[in-house]
């Protein structure tokens, strides 16, 4: 079984860090969201060889991280856990692309192992962006941001419903894989014609749950229509973050920094 | 796993978000005119549900390896075609946002992918059709696995195509095609398997949460045999037609030993062990490079027709002899295998006092 408890363990952390009160917890959801989407997108944009314009950009989520509270080592786990996926993919470029880019000495680094490096550079960027916009905003905050960004209203109310019961849904499969790993006499792996009961139970008790929320909304006074959310305006602080990040990633983007600090820094040495 | 962002171009990772969010907005307006008020709930419990299947591993038979529901056309069917698509898109926002599990822009490739093909292919043009047959014997195994096998083919084609076009990745349109359709050929069988197995129990319950109705004929287990026979039907016409096309290129090592030594296969030493055991699988061969012997004319000539064939349809006809020859000699190995294997552990796991 996949970790259950990790799972409902990730969701609590992450709704914890949320809670936090720091100067990017203030700033409003949709400005966050915004400037994420547009820092990924200024990653991947870059061609497939691409390094050292890549590195300036960690000064985002560096800089959102520190300030937002989010623990280092908690960026690194995540990013660790995904690494291979990425590598996966990638690993095939040094058996395809065997052009000799740059050597170092007697060393030939071919374009292949420089389009992997930039393939995990730009996946820990990326990656971190999206962790660090979940722990600073909290999924709720995210919803309600999206909605008034012109998303639908059925599909954020389906993004609430979804996070509201994931806790009960994985709670039941966590008691329900405690129950067979305790009562299994061979502790192996189930087989399908376990696992379907199992989930066949599961799923109709899903159902009756599902008719039961239905009529305790309608006992409420449910009709069928959700009150939108007020569109709060943006102010000032948000606007600055809003353009100051932009017009950053814009120059990083046009213009290599580690070059440019590099050719600065060996020019006053010599 | 789902594509990152990493691997997706800004061009390839806008265009399929505007198609996703295009098609949550068409859903999205489906469900707002819906008049089964249930709808609501049902889709975010059931969201949840699958995220929670997802997470329980089962054994696949005959393989030592583990799978976990998809639930796509389970949710098509649950749900219907609109709804389903918003639950599993919903499903794959919070993959993305809390488990990294897939990338934000990559996001709209994966709600493509992952969604689309079930629930606006696999189940509209295919599950249901199949299954509203009015035929005394129920449908729905070979039903859903015809619909996963397909929803899963086309969904894996889209993440090559978008991969490629993205060319991030330099791997060869061919190679990825050659990798990823055959693993998702095994996974939609789990897939359609798994659900039909599913739904079946679900219908002997409640048959009204089934929306296409279906006589419950046979919806007792899985039947094992079906899907034996469903492997042995391909694996026939791979080995006897697909063969045919078999490339005469050399395969990757071949490639490789032949930039560095400039022949295709490295020549053994003379003497010594190697070379008598060499011998040996000459002469035994039946065979030899997947087509008949030249030399041995005795094998041919038994069967009078072939003498008429030209050389072209012999060697077709060695190489679908030996496809299914092989087909059939690794079908018996492996079922040998785990039947020795299943009693091994069975004696094994005898509770000893």
């Not at chain 1, 569109?231 to 973050?241: E, H, M």
């Not at chain 2, 949460?209 to 492997?231: D, E, K, M, Q, W």
């Not at chain 2, 020549?267 to 008949?292: M, R």
Request: proline share 5%; glycine share 8%.
């Amino acid at each position: 079984m996949q970790n259950i408890e990790g799972t409902l363990l990730n969701f609590r952390r992450i709704d914890l860090l949320a809670s936090e009160n720091s100067f990017i917890h203030r700033i409003d959801a949709r400005v966050k969201i915004l400037v994420t989407l547009f820092f990924i997108f200024s990653v991947i944009s870059f061609n497939n060889h691409e390094i050292s314009a890549l590195l300036p950009f960690f000064i985002f989520p560096a800089a959102v991280s520190t300030l937002g509270k989010i623990p280092f080592s908690y960026i690194l786990k995540k990013l660790i856990l995904i690494l291979p996926f990425a590598v996966m993919i990638g690993i095939f470029n040094p058996l395809f692309d065997r052009h000799v880019l740059v050597s170092i000495g007697s060393i030939e680094i071919t374009g292949g192992w420089i389009s992997l490096l930039s393939i995990i550079i730009r996946t820990m960027l990326t990656v971190s962006a999206g962790v660090i916009l979940v722990c600073v905003t909290g999924f709720n905050t995210i919803c309600q941001a999206l909605n008034q960004m012109g998303i639908p209203q059925p599909f954020t109310t389906q993004l609430f419903f979804l996070y509201r019961y994931i806790f009960v849904l994985a709670e039941e499969v966590c008691s329900i894989s405690n129950a067979y790993r305790l009562r299994s006499v061979t502790g192996r792996r189930m087989g399908i014609s376990t696992f379907t009961p199992l989930l066949g139970n599961l799923l109709l008790r899903t159902w009756e749950r599902a008719e039961r929320i239905h009529l305790s909304m309608l006992s409420r006074g449910y009709n069928g229509v959700f009150n939108k959310i007020p569109v709060t305006p943006l102010n000032r602080t948000d606007l600055k973050f809003l353009f100051g990040w932009s017009f950053i990633f814009i120059v990083l983007r046009f213009n290599n920094l580690s070059v440019f600090l590099g050719r600065l820094i060996t020019g006053i040495v010599e | 796993m789902h594509m990152s962002d990493a691997l997706i171009s800004p061009a390839v990772g806008s265009t399929l978000w505007v198609i996703s969010a295009g098609t949550i907005a068409y859903c999205s307006s489906k469900i707002g005119k819906e008049s089964d008020e249930r709808k609501t709930p049902m889709m975010g419990v059931l969201g949840a549900f699958i995220f929670a299947a997802q997470m329980i591993n089962f054994s696949i038979p005959l393989t030592g390896s583990s799978g976990h529901l998809g639930g796509g056309l389970l949710l098509a069917i649950l749900l219907g075609p609109h709804a389903a698509f918003l639950t599993i898109s919903s499903v794959l926002v919070i993959q993305a946002l809390f488990f990294a599990d897939g990338g934000l822009i990559a996001l709209g490739c994966n709600i493509f992918n992952l969604g689309f093909f079930p629930a606006f292919i696999g189940y509209p043009l295919i599950y249901k059709p199949l299954v509203n047959k009015k035929s005394g014997v129920s449908p729905i195994v070979p039903a859903a696995v015809i619909a996963a096998i397909i929803s899963l083919q086309m969904g894996a084609f889209a993440v090559v195509l978008e991969t490629v076009a993205s060319g991030i990745s330099e791997l060869p349109f061919t190679t990825f095609i050659s990798l990823m359709q055959p693993i998702h050929l095994a996974i939609g069988l789990v897939e359609g398997v798994v659900t039909a197995a599913v739904i079946s129990f679900v219908y002997k319950a409640r048959p009204d949460l089934i929306r296409t109705p279906f006589s419950p004929a046979t919806t007792s287990g899985y039947p094992v045999r079906n899907i034996a026979l469903f492997f042995l039907v391909v694996t026939i016409l791979t080995g006897g037609v697909l063969s045919w096309f078999a490339s005469k290129a050399p395969d990757g090592l071949e490639w490789s030993i032949s930039k560095v030594t400039g022949k295709e296969e490295l020549k053994g030493p003379e003497h010594g062990i190697y070379a008598a055991v060499s011998k040996l699988q000459d002469k035994i061969a039946i065979l030899p490079d997947y087509s008949f012997r030249n030399t041995d004319e005795t094998v041919i000539n038994h069967a009078n027709f072939t003498s008429k064939l030209s050389t072209e349809e012999k060697s077709r006809l060695g190489k679908s002899t030996s496809g299914l020859v092989g087909g059939a000699m690794t079908l018996a190995l492996s079922m040998l295998v785990g039947f020795f294997l299943r009693k091994k552990t069975l004696q094994t796991s005898k509770i000893k006092p």
